[in-house]
């Protein structure tokens, strides 16, 4: 089930730039903490939750390592805790690595239901109009690659059976002959697109996607939420300086709402998937 | 004109304009966003250059193959770790086909590929990196051809010179600012990985550069283009 994929190509890609930008570029373990559990219901929901645990538990060495190396690159903080060649392995900057850690893990575990969600038909949908040429390029190569996967392993698996060459020149005389094969074909390709009328006038683009009224409500709200948001972060409410010592702002009324409207946020379409299961469900039940 | 004179603006204004809303949406990482925003508005140039030329159906075709080779390359050499003909396959389309096609395809490869390897706010460094290796390519088209220690020599600074962009990248995301020694310390850390980079470059380019680039002459005469 996703839900979520159904709304208007526009709004989704506006929803995952507004969660990234806050995502990537703050230093807040808060909202990091709020971003990663939100992605990781979101990709639950998307996935099983066996497989999203695994690729959590994946990560967290990468992470840990992150943390650990940070303290090796940069020697700034107040509390040192020992010293490695003369220069200081200090507190705050295995905290700020941790922090680190955790918004990288924030990206990618956000890029994981992105890539799910935001497939190349949606990206030819946002580029199509803005770019012709370019989309027409984008959505051919896509049209060639596994064209050419397949005619590769076609011809490997038969020069395999003729030949004794070594592995990488077997693979660089299939990639030769893939290449030549789809040279030729693609003369054909252009000819039959200039016989149906290709560049005589403007290209237009198939595209599935109505702006409805769900998605204007959706657009709306990512916008309060992402505008209430950003209030705290650019007035520097909710900053926090892990140098020279670690210092969190007080928390006042700006920050909290700024806090509430990210995780609403970052919990929009995982609990959106959730709802819509339920109602499927319960459906289902009445039948 | 007044459409022209208006995209210059547009490019001239924004650059300035991206700076500062950069810092003053997130003060703290001003230089990481700053950078993400400028790569990919660097990338629009080359794209609005191409879309506005005139160029034939089968070039365009041709085009659209050699990124979905690149693509591809990158699929079928998977089992070897940094090993890729992408660069060289990008460098080759670009030494034919001009820089702005080189340009275009380093950078659809960069995004179409990371749909299967995974998209990430690396994707529009390397569209960026693979890209520009290309366009400058197209630039010096006659001497790679010509000459082979040109080729030669261009093909291992390709590998440092897409490193060198996503060290940058690395640095720059996690510290919030140039950190010198932790640049240093990531392009050290991906000098063996860099190193991979410049030798296959070269070895394929070696390999490739010669029957792709006859097969490429051949359907340039054959086909007119």
Known sequence: MKAFSNFHPVVIFIYFIAVFSVSMFTQSPVYLLISMTGSFLFLCVLNTVKISIISFLKYIPFSILIMILNPLFSHNGATPLFFINNN??????????????????????????????????????????????????????????????RYFNEVLAIQKKLYKKSKFKMYISCFSAVVTHSLETSVDTADSMSARG???????????????????????????????????????????????????????LITFISYLAFAALCFLPGMYEIKEDLKWKYSISKI | MLKRTFRYILILGAVPALILLGSFLFPEKSYAVISILLVIFACIPFFISFENRKTSVRTLVIIAIMTALSVAGRFIFSPIPFFKPVTAIVIITAVYFGGEAGFLTGSLSAVISNFYFGQGPWTPFQMFAWGIVGFIAGLLSNQILRRKVIMIIYSLASGVIYSFIMDLWTTLWSDGYFNLTRFLASCATSAPITIIYSVSNLIFLLILLKPIGKKLDRVKIKYGL
């Open chain 1, 198 to 252: 290709h560049s005589t006038g403007k290209v237009t683009n198939y595209g599935r996607f109505r702006f409805k009224t769900d998605d204007f409500i959706l657009l709306v709200s990512i916008l309060i939420l992402i505008i209430l948001t950003y209030i705290a972060i650019v007035t520097g409410a909710s900053k926090v300086s892990y140098y020279p010592v670690i210092i969190f702002s007080n928390l006042d």
């Open chain 1, 88 to 149: 200081a392995f200090t507190f705050e900057t295995l905290i700020y690595g941790a922090i680190l850690g955790l918004m990288i893990l924030c990206v990618i575990f956000w890029f994981k239901s992105f890539n799910i969600i935001f497939n190349s038909e949606k990206i030819l949908f946002l580029f199509g109009k803005i770019s012709p040429k370019i989309s027409l390029i984008f959505s051919m190569a896509l049209h060639f690659i596994p064209n050419f996967s």
